[in-house]
């Protein structure tokens, strides 16, 4: 049950302290699509949250998730869908321990998922040929520091090698466990992809006084960071993937974003929601036409 309430605090929503954003200007328009996923769909869970998709090499979907049920730490399942709309849930547990994850494809054809194991003070990784078989690798791809930003907490975000080779690490991380928790979104980097230094300097603060989860990504010159705020996503801008600009409200009441672009140059939103009156989190989409 500790491990639970972790990840309600940490991986999906602070309900005590956090309410909406009040600025109503929002910087794009997206279309809520409804639930995606909802516990009452798997045996005995409470929570489906933090959801990260890859695009397979027959051009298929495969969205990763984590489920939290009932006297039981959250754990990573994953569905499958043809067109990125219809999902098909498939039962099994892939790995153990997960509360946020994010996959990321190698060179070489494999699959590596990068996340928070349900502690939420360090960084695992697991390697697999599939994505659906996973070895846990050996060491930490990052823990929580001794006396600096992320001295407290660290939450799960990006992994991508933008410039074809290193690799950067975007993730939310804190100096106190205050409620709400007081993410920034700091930086690390690696060679390899297993041993990560950390960036100097913080890379982001919101005017809302807490960003985490970012999902980044470059979109034409652009680099592109979606990010939790209180209940609601928020946006940023960086021409050289280490200075950003806040741009402001999506307008989509959740956290935990992950955005896609579609075949047909629309933009779907995956992201987390969660019901305080029933004690259960949710998987919702948007849609939009442009984002620039």
């Not at 499958?80 to 999902?87: N, P, V």
């Not at 070489?108 to 994505?131: H, K, P, Q, T, V």
């Not at 050996?138 to 975000?157: Q, V």
Request: net charge negative.
């Amino acid at each position: 049950m500790k491990k639970l309430l972790l990840l309600l605090c940490l991986g999906i929503i602070l309900v005590a302290g956090c309410g909406q954003n009040q600025n109503s200007t929002t910087v794009e328009t997206w279309t809520d699509e409804g639930i995606v996923f909802s516990p009452d769909q798997f045996t005995n869970a409470t929570i489906v949250a933090d959801p990260s998709v890859l695009t397979m090499a027959d051009g298929t979907y495969r969205m990763y998730f984590s489920i939290a049920k009932t006297g039981v730490a959250a754990a990573l399942y994953y569905a499958t869908s043809s067109d990125g709309a219809a999902w098909t849930a498939q039962p099994a547990v892939l790995l153990a321990d997960v509360s946020v994850s994010r996959p990321y494809k190698l060179s070489d054809g494999r699959i590596r998922l990068y996340y928070n194991a349900n502690s939420n003070s360090e960084f695992l990784s697991a390697i697999s040929s599939d994505g659906l078989s996973w070895t846990v690798e050996s060491g930490k791809r990052l823990s929580l520091s001794s006396d600096g930003e992320d001295k407290a907490a660290i939450d799960m975000g990006t992994v991508d090698t933008f410039d074809g080779s290193t690799y950067r690490m975007y993730y939310g991380g804190a100096k106190t466990s205050s409620n709400p928790i007081p993410y920034k979104i700091l930086s690390a980097t690696s060679a390899d992809g297993l041993d990560f230094t950390r960036e100097l300097g913080v890379r982001f603060t919101s005017d809302t006084g807490r960003a985490t989860h970012p999902h980044v990504f470059k979109h034409g010159s652009k680099y592109i960071m979606y990010y939790s705020t209180n209940n609601i996503v928020y946006k940023a801008t960086s021409d050289n993937a280490l200075t950003w600009t806040e741009i402001g409200s999506t307008g989509v009441a959740g956290n935990d974003p992950f955005v896609m672009q579609l075949s047909n140059g629309n933009w779907r939103m995956f992201y987390g929601t969660y019901d305080a009156t029933t004690g259960k989190g949710y998987i919702r989409s948007a849609l939009a036409t442009q984002i620039l």
